[in-house]
């Protein structure tokens, strides 16, 4: 059987408490023909040296490691270690994150049995003791609008990154989303609903910083405003400058931002239409995800469950959808489970209850 080679880059910048177990889980992998390509971005704290010691006990041409001459940034040293990459697919992964032995095999198989360019599997989040945290089920690509749903466990061919022409060195801590949204359009994926990687949520994470600092979360905001416009700008989309803040607040998830119902189903609306239209994404799990979007936004704002019902069922994106009236209020019916219900449950009897939608990618 024929192996072709997959690369799989690891950029770092300060990575040492986590290096090493990163790295030896991509030598761990059960597919026969990889390369790692380690890209150092400046590393004060003796990463490379780490990467230096593990390449005594692999080939050259198995580790490759390449050193930023300046500290460049994630997006730049990604494309780096990809213009080095030899592989006909490519992946990357993170200094504190863990590959999971059939990982990449197992990618490679369903990219191969599907057709696909892009394929991405579901992960495990830990905590900084390699402990199991929960696992995060990821949606359909029809969700990427609103967040990033591949999340941290992928595999692409090399065509997809080269005429992509590589992650956006402008969008820092939006990079892969960004990536994401602009293949959407024009790439096959297919996602692989198996854990075969492990992400480890710390307090020196970029994510946790993202989340917790929130200068950054400012910066978060305009580059997404930037992201968002650039998307729709490439396909000829005419937005006013009130949906594209409306488009924002929902990638963030701000649910206390003062945007009505009418102008929130107004929005939605116009993708349904412009998605009828153009065949952007799969169209009836792109508008199970606008109704179930609509849905969680106004149970956040306060609305009881007797406004949400009557709320929704006057909408344009209710009256206009292609969804079965059966498909419509199975939605309502579980978003508002997980909205009033599934609180109660998790505080009454401690368990995790919120199951009948899956988890977005952080």
């Known amino acids: 059987m024929k192996y072709p080679l997959i690369s799989i880059v690891l950029p770092c910048y300060n990575g040492a408490t986590y290096l090493e177990k990163a790295l030896k889980s991509c030598f761990s992998q059960t597919y026969p023909n990889l390369e790692v390509i380690y890209v150092d971005d400046c590393s004060t704290d003796g990463s490379c040296n780490i990467a230096e010691q593990l390449q005594q006990h692999y080939p050259a041409s198995k580790l490759k490691i390449l050193r930023n001459a300046t500290n460049l940034g994630l997006p730049a040293t990604l494309n780096i270690g990809h213009q080095a990459a030899k592989g006909e697919y490519l992946t990357f992964t993170s200094d504190d994150n863990l590959l999971l032995p059939e990982a990449i095999a197992q990618l490679y198989s369903k990219l191969v049995e599907t057709s696909s360019d892009i394929v991405y599997a579901d992960y495990l989040n830990i905590n900084d003791q390699g402990e199991s945290l929960n696992r ?58 198996k854990v075969l990687y492990q992400y480890r949520q710390h307090a020196a994470s970029l994510t946790y910083d993202m989340q917790t600092n929130p200068d950054r979360q400012q910066e978060i905001e305009i580059k997404a405003e930037s992201m968002y416009s650039g998307f729709f700008n490439k396909h000829g989309l005419d937005f006013t400058d009130q949906e594209i803040y409306i488009q924002v607040q929902l990638f963030l998830s701000k649910m206390e931002y003062q945007i009505t119902g009418p102008a929130l189903d107004a929005y939605l609306a116009k993708w349904q239409a412009i998605n009828g239209d153009r065949d952007f994404f799969d169209r009836l799990p792109f508008e199970r995800k606008l109704l179930r979007t609509f849905i969680t936004s106004r149970g956040y704002n306060g609305n009881s469950i007797q406004q949400i019902l009557e709320g929704v069922t006057k909408t344009r994106l209710w009256t206009e959808s292609q969804l079965s009236w059966v498909d419509k209020w199975w939605i309502v019916i579980r978003q508002i489970y997980n909205l009033r219900l599934a609180p109660l449950v998790d505080h009454y009897f401690s368990l995790p209850t919120s199951i009948f939608s899956p988890s977005g990618a952080p």
């Open 136 to 193: 995060m089920k990821l949606e359909a690509v029809s969700s990427v609008l609103f967040h990033n749903p591949v999340g941290a466990c992928f595999l692409y061919k090399r065509t997809v990154f080269e005429r992509l022409e590589g992650y956006d060195e402008s969008l820092f801590r939006l990079e892969d989303y960004d990536f994401w949204l602009r293949a959407s359009t024009q790439f096959r994926f297919r996602h692989l609903p």
